[in-house]
């Protein structure tokens, strides 16, 4: 960290606290945000960024927070919280609070009370090698957690979108990754984070003579929304399907 920021990383168990104290300036942002995205990788939210130590925060430190939360939020059971009793988020110049913003919250005790207000499920994870073998294991991963989830239609199009997401890893990334998925309102959120920063690359319908490039596009058709997001080691990608999209498709 810069010298003018000191973050202290606190676990108790089933939350994340990220403290932030002293100053934060624009040169810390960026060193900030990859904390944030680091720790959320490592270890599911909800993240709390505790601002009650911080004595002055740089220009768009709200934005900042927002930008995280923003691209984590489709990751399983991923979410940041920020705890401010000084208002400086909101005194630095930061955007007003939007939808996509996270909340932020005065007290500890408020900050509980959102925690308590929307539990999240216990995510799975499991660490894969980059081998032919990887896709296998994720897929019964995914299929046992689908059934004790109560989510077994999604079992099949979410084999279907862990397959794709492995084998890229194993492909292009060929580094260790970790599979983490987790349930939230009816909908399936999986996430493969793996060591390159190499982005996958979507260039919609391939041609019919084309013996590849149909991978992204298969994940394309059975979720939702899907994405990649950069973190400072390497990436994430992730998608959500929705039980009522298989519904609706099945009928």
């Known amino acids: 960290m810069p010298t003018d920021v000191q973050c202290l990383v606190d676990t108790d168990g089933s939350t994340t606290v990220v403290r932030l104290s002293g100053l934060l300036t624009p040169a810390g942002v960026d060193t900030v945000r990859d904390i944030l995205l680091t ?13 009650t130590a911080l004595r002055s925060a740089a220009p768009g430190t709200g934005r900042l927070f927002a930008e995280v939360h923003r691209a984590v939020a489709d990751w399983p059971a991923a979410g940041l919280l920020i705890l401010d009793p000084g208002r400086l988020t909101r005194a630095a110049g930061s955007t007003p609070p939007g ?6 919250c005065v007290t500890p005790a408020e900050a509980q009370a959102v925690l308590a207000g929307a539990p999240a499920a216990a995510p799975v994870h499991t660490d894969l090698a980059p081998v032919v073998g990887a896709a296998g294991e994720a897929r019964v991963t995914v299929t046992e957690s689908c059934t004790r989830w109560g989510l077994p239609e999604l079992a099949e199009p979410g084999c279907i979108a862990v397959t794709e997401m492995v084998n890229n890893a194993v492909a292009h990334a060929r580094t260790g990754m970790t599979l983490r998925l987790a349930p939230r309102a009816g909908a399936l959120h999986l996430a493969v984070r793996d060591y390159s920063r190499r982005q996958p690359a979507f260039a919609g319908l391939a041609p019919p003579t084309s013996t590849g490039g149909r991978g992204l596009l298969l994940i394309d058709t059975v979720a939702r929304r899907w994405g990649s997001t950069d973190v400072p080691d390497g990436k994430v990608v992730w998608c959500v399907l929705y039980a009522e999209d298989e519904a609706a498709f099945r009928h």
Do not use: I, Q
């Not at 490592?42 to 993240?47: M, N, V």
């Open 99 to 104: 939808p996509d913003a996270p909340p932020v």
């Open 39 to 51: 720790r959320l990788c490592a270890r599911p939210g909800p993240l709390v960024v505790d601002l």
